[in-house]
């Protein structure tokens, strides 16, 4: 039983293409994350969600869209995808929003190739 | 958001006690320090979290410094398993966001 999974777990595409990366989260949580790390594995978050609402938006480019369509979701779609999108991303969720003690769990995360 | 200084690597030999350091000198009075690890090829994941007190679980425990500048995570018996990158992170209040610095990246040998 997964608690957070996410698919594809690779994904190989062209410069320019059009990619989704799934979440979806069993543990009743109201808030989601999506995080990057890039070759350097420097992790940084992107963006959060608490059910379904925008939270954080860590100036991200515009290219980058993601999408809640329930509290248990978040999916990221990129748009024209760049050589520096590069990446392995992870989904996490937490039970709830604004907390300074709330755990995150992650996701086993989707390693984006670009060439 | 204040800053924390691990260092890059450490080393330490199965079942014998591991002490990662974490320096926070500009922590203020409302951060939690947390401490996630990330194993190889996997997400992050929690180990433990304090604000003034000694913290256990039964993964570790976290000793924090009485003027709070500094903290370290204390892993009683290392195993091979417990080799992972290990992040120190200051978390301020009604924070949602994690911000992960580079990481201590422990070796355990057998």
């Known amino acids: 039983d997964t608690a957070v999974s996410q698919t594809p777990k690779y994904l190989v595409t062209q410069m320019g293409n059009d990619k989704s990366i799934k979440c979806e989260q069993n543990?009743?949580?109201?808030?989601m994350y999506w995080y990057k790390q890039d070759s350097k594995k420097f992790l940084k978050i992107m963006f959060s969600?608490?059910?379904?609402?925008?939270?954080i938006n860590e100036t991200v480019p515009n290219r980058f869209s993601p999408k809640s369509p329930d509290k248990a979701h978040l999916n990221l779609h990129i748009n024209s995808l760049e050589l520096g999108d590069s990446a392995v991303y992870f989904c996490?969720?937490?039970?709830?929003?604004?907390?300074?003690?709330?755990?995150?769990?992650f996701g086993p995360g989707t390693r984006l190739t670009v060439l | 958001d204040a800053k924390t200084t691990q260092p890059n690597s450490m080393e330490s030999n199965e079942e014998e006690p591991v002490h990662l350091p974490c320096n926070h000198s500009?922590?203020?009075?409302?951060?939690?320090i947390h401490w996630y690890r990330q194993l190889p090829s996997q997400g992050p994941e929690y180990v433990i979290h304090?604000?003034?007190s000694n913290v256990n679980n039964r993964m570790a425990s976290l000793a924090i410094a009485e003027d709070r500048k500094s903290s370290t995570l204390i892993l009683h018996r290392a195993t091979l398993r417990d080799a992972a990158v290990y992040y120190c992170?200051?978390?301020?209040?009604?924070?949602?966001?994690?911000?992960f610095g580079t990481g201590t990246r422990l070796q355990v040998f057998p």
């Open positions: 996490a969720s937490s039970q709830f929003r604004g907390t300074s003690t709330d755990t995150q769990y």
């Open positions: 543990l009743g949580h109201d808030t």
């Open positions: 969600y608490n059910n379904k609402e925008l939270i």
């Open positions: 500009t922590i203020s009075g409302t951060d939690y």
């Open positions: 304090g604000l003034t």
């Open positions: 992170i200051l978390r301020g209040y009604n924070t949602d966001k994690l911000i």
